[in-house]
Structures are given as structure tokens and as C-alpha cells.
């Protein structure tokens, strides 16, 4: 393992991208905290023993990321028995489909909570113990919904394109104070679990390099993270070499 580098806080921590992101981290010499719903808590907790074994340090949090008050705990308490946060990595898809005669407002709402709100709250917190000291490191995960809307999309593409332009504030008003904010558009599919309940053709895909892999998207998070100041990237877009765009 690196040398240590202090704490990297990754919010949304699945099967796919998110596990990718903590071992990514944790083998930068990061100490990793992770968080998922707290009914998740178990997987959770594996994955970060299953880090440790590795030789990474890894703690797991069982919280609500649309919730302010939980938010607002956690980093108190990362920050008071953990250490100084230097990267807090935002991952929160909310990627469903409905028509637009079928979205509720209750599914607009959770839709735009999971991806909007939930980031604007971590990159606020972020913000507050990051800024004193003038340094450390944001990364939103961002979907090709960032930029244009689809059919059957208008729920997660009014909340990617929200979050978006919440990273873009953040990173003109936080740069001078000496943090880096970072976008990344993720365009196209990323193999995972939940690809694989819907496709039978991912293996193939995987040995071309046609679908997204979470170990090479990881990979460009932890670049985003080292860039010095005199170079930093605000928006990374990333996708397979066969993508259409």
C-alpha cells in the first residue's frame, strides 16, 4: 500500500463503481470511508474487511445521504475520530426510466433527492471542513443525463443536470479558496450488477473494452484527485472507445 494520504469519503457505495472507487482510494494509501443505507450496512462492512485484508484501511457508515442531520454526523464524526477529510467522492446514481405521464411527483422528488440534493449536501459539508485548512478534493459522479435529457428520462436528467450545475458553482467558488471540484460524465453502460440482470451480452462487451469498466473509471477518479493546481481538470467525460456521442 501507499504511503497515507488522510481520509477519502465516498457517498453511495454499491456492487459496482462505488466498491471500485474505495479499493481505488484505500490502495492510494487513503484511509476510506464509505457509506450506503444503513439496510446495506452488512455488505457494506464486508467490503471494508475485505480492504483490510488487503492491506487498505476502510471504515463503513450506514447512512441516509438525502437526510441533513445524518450527513452533518458523519462528518463530524469522520473528521473527529477518523481524520482530516483531503477527497469526498459523491456516487449516487438514481438512474430510473418512466414515462413522462407515469413519473409522480413523489418519484421526481426521491429521484431528485438521491442525485441533486444528497450531492449539494455532501459537497456543502465537504466545503465547511475542507476550506479552513485550503485544500482537498470533490468529485461528483455525473451520467451522460448531465448534459441532454432522453425519453423516459426526465426525473434523473433534471437531477444530473441539478447536481451538475451545483459541482460548476462549487468549483468557480471553491478553487480560489484552494479545492479542487471535479465533474465526471460517465457516458455509456458500466458493467455491474445490475447491467448483467439486464444484458447477456456484457462479457463480450468486457473483452472488447465496449462497456464501461468500475476499475478504469476509478482509475481517473484517483488522477482527478492527484492533479496539481497549476492543471486541474472541472469536467472528465468517459466513455468506451465504441460509445455513439
Known sequence: MAEEKGVCLIVGV????????????AAEGHIVCMTRRARHLDALQALATDIEKSGGKARAYGVDARAEDEMVGLFETIEREVGALEVVVFNI??????GIRETTTRVFSKVWEMACLAGFIAGREAARVMVPRGRGVILFTGATASVRGRDGFAAFAAAKHGLRAVAQSMARELGP?????????????????FI????????????RDEILKPEDIAQSYVALARQPR???THELDLRPWRETW
Do not use: K
Open 14 to 25: 454499491g456492487d459496482g463503481l462505488g466498491s471500485a472507487l474505495a479499493r481505488a482510494f
Open 196 to 207: 448483467r440482470g439486464n444484458r447477456d451480452d456484457v462479457d463480450a462487451l468486457a473483452a
Open 93 to 98: 446514481g438514481a438512474n430510473v426510466r418512466f
Open 230 to 232: 497549476s492543471a486541474w
Open 177 to 193: 479558496e484552494g479545492l479542487h471540484v471535479a465533474h465526471v460524465v460517465i457516458d455509456g453502460a458500466v458493467d455491474g450488477v
